[in-house]
T-cell receptor, first 111, second 116 residues
Framework: RKEVEQDPGPFNVPEGATVAFNCTYSNSASQSFFWYRQDCRKEPKLLMSVYSSGNEDGRFTAQLNRASQYISLLIRDSKLSDSATYLCVVSDGGATNKLIFGTGTLLAVQP | DGGITQSPKYLFRKEGQNVTLSCEQNLNHDAMYWYRQDPGQGLRLIYYSQIVNDFQKGDIAEGYSVSREKKESFPLTVTSAQKNPTAFYLC???????????????FGEGSWLTVV
């Protein structure tokens, strides 16, 4: 089983749609969780951290379910500029807290 | 402006040659990382360094070498022993632990290496 698993997509959605991405992780000792956004042929950039209580940043909402080892990202009112690959990132739970990256979910928002 | 600078952005290497990718940061971060990204795969950790003059192998260190002689600099050498070096290479750094930094890492713009 992969340490971090994501549906690769692509998710093709119309502008204005709500879309949700899911991610599962295998290490119950993981303590830090993030969503990164990566545009084509660019470096990943931090979108948001994910907290146990859930957190929201504008149109983006992240949820964490530690019992099920599951993370989600909800994007409301999708914009064309949201088209990108979304990477689920989890710490390895070790002493150095290295980050493990999922393979990403591709989102294409259509006009 | 503070940031992480990688160079060169594009590099072509002949088989059997060693090449070095530069990574410089002026963020005063202690920890630095090198990742490799291949199409359809997640980022894989090559090497990391938590402090000057110290570095550790990541998951795919074979065929690579690094040095950390200065806090600001963490160059990666792709040696001829790396059989499939064509990839997108990303350098990253992490701020010191603090109330607002979490465990977040920040990336440079990446270097594209192609073997010809």
């Amino acid at each position: 089983r992969k340490e971090v698993e994501q549906d690769p997509g692509p998710f093709n959605v119309p502008e204005g749609a709500t879309v949700a991405f899911n991610c599962t992780y295998s290490n119950s000792a993981s303590q830090s969780f993030f969503w990164y956004r990566q545009d084509c042929r660019k470096e990943p950039k931090l979108l948001m951290s994910v907290y146990s209580s859930g957190n929201e940043d504008g149109r983006f909402t992240a949820q964490l379910n530690r019992a099920s080892q599951y993370i989600s990202l909800l994007i409301r009112d999708s914009k064309l500029s949201d088209s990108a690959t979304y990477l689920c990132v989890v710490s390895d739970g070790g002493a150095t807290n290295k980050l493990i990256f999922g393979t990403g979910t591709l989102l294409a928002v259509q006009p | 402006d503070g940031g992480i600078t990688q160079s060169p952005k594009y590099l072509f290497r002949k088989e059997g040659q060693n090449v070095t990718l530069s990574c410089e940061q002026n963020l005063n971060h202690d920890a630095m990382y090198w990742y490799r990204q291949d199409p359809g795969q997640g980022l894989r950790l090559i090497y990391y360094s938590q402090i000057v003059n110290d570095f550790q192998k990541g998951d795919i260190a074979e065929g690579y070498s690094v040095s950390r002689e200065k806090k600001e600099s963490f160059p990666l050498t792709v040696t001829s022993a790396q059989k499939n070096p064509t990839a997108f290479y990303l350098c990253a750094s992490k701020p010191p632990k603090g109330p607002s930094s979490g465990n977040t890492i920040y990336f440079g713009e990446g270097s594209w290496l192609t073997v010809v």
